[in-house]
């Protein structure tokens, strides 16, 4: 079993940033795709950033230019770096990894999300 959990969020400012951290831990032999999602009250979970093994991003338009997903292979952690802030960017964000386990499964994990807040 693989367990994912995030950390690094609050209550932030508008124009401030935020750094989200989210952890893989389990018998992991690689995970393919790291991704950041956010749903705010009353709207559906959206795709906020996605990573690939790789290194290769893509961004939900609405983020573009502001926010920086990165990932640290050796840690099985994703991060996003969220700059700029809106209240628009209110929502709690969910991590996703996705890959294989040692004994040669597949899994698809999530966190079970961390509040951001973007208020004066």
């Known amino acids: 079993q693989v367990q994912v959990v995030e950390s690094g969020g609050g209550l932030v400012q508008p124009g401030g940033s935020l750094r989200l951290s989210c952890a893989a831990s389990g018998s992991i032999s690689s995970i393919y795709v790291m991704g950041w999602y956010r749903q705010a009250p009353g709207k559906q979970r959206e795709l906020v950033a996605a990573i690939t093994t790789g290194g290769s991003a893509n961004y939900a338009d609405s983020v573009k230019g502001r926010f920086t997903i990165s990932r640290d292979n050796a840690k099985n952690t994703v991060y996003l770096q969220m700059n700029s802030l809106k209240p628009e960017d209110t929502a709690v964000y969910y991590c996703?990894?996705?890959?294989?386990?040692?004994?040669?499964?597949?899994?698809?994990?999530w966190g079970q999300g961390t509040q951001v807040t973007v208020s004066s």
């Open positions: 996703n990894q996705n890959g294989a386990t040692m004994d040669g499964r597949q899994f698809g994990s």
